[in-house]
């Protein structure tokens, strides 16, 4: 039977909940062995994505990507903050913001599968769109 990387992820993230360093330690190069063994090296990048989501979640942070054209200002960041804080109700966010100069303008907001695209692309797809209509 085939793991995929959220119950691999998920069962280190419990394995190690309550160990010490060394404990820990011990058990995470087993783990390495047990994916080795089962030819799954190639998921240990997205394993560690997984388990910095789920232990995020344990310390009561959401993780949220923002994509944006270039730096958005600590003002904008913490009004789109205050927007999912009052929208969905989420406390504790932290945002992760990624330049992505291919959305020419705007942004894009990705929250727990939730995506908001207010990129100047998506936008002038939609005006095209009715346009057309």
């Known amino acids: 039977m085939k793991v995929n990387v959220k119950q691999y992820a998920r069962s280190l993230f419990e394995l190690v909940a309550d160990k010490s360093e ?16 089962r030819q799954d ?6 394993i560690i994505a997984e388990l910095e989501n789920l232990f ?3 310390n009561g942070e959401e993780k949220t990507e923002l994509l944006s054209a270039r730096p ?14 009052n929208k969905i109700g989420g406390q504790g966010l932290k945002l992760e913001e990624k330049i992505d100069a ?3 303008g705007g942004f ?3 929250y727990k599968g939730l995506v908001i695209d207010g ?8 005006f095209k ?4 209509n």
């Open 129 to 132: 769109k009715q346009l057309s």
């Open 22 to 37: 060394e404990e820990a330690k011990v058990l995470i190069v087993k783990f390495v062995d047990v994916l080795h063994k």
């Open 72 to 85: 958005l200002s600590p003002e904008t960041k913490q009004q789109i903050v205050s927007y999912l804080q």
């Open 108 to 110: 894009v907001l990705r």
């Open 119 to 126: 990129g100047l692309q998506n936008n002038l797809r939609k």
């Open 56 to 58: 995020d979640e344990s």
């Open 41 to 46: 090296l190639n998921k240990a990048a997205a």
């Open 102 to 104: 291919s959305l020419i």
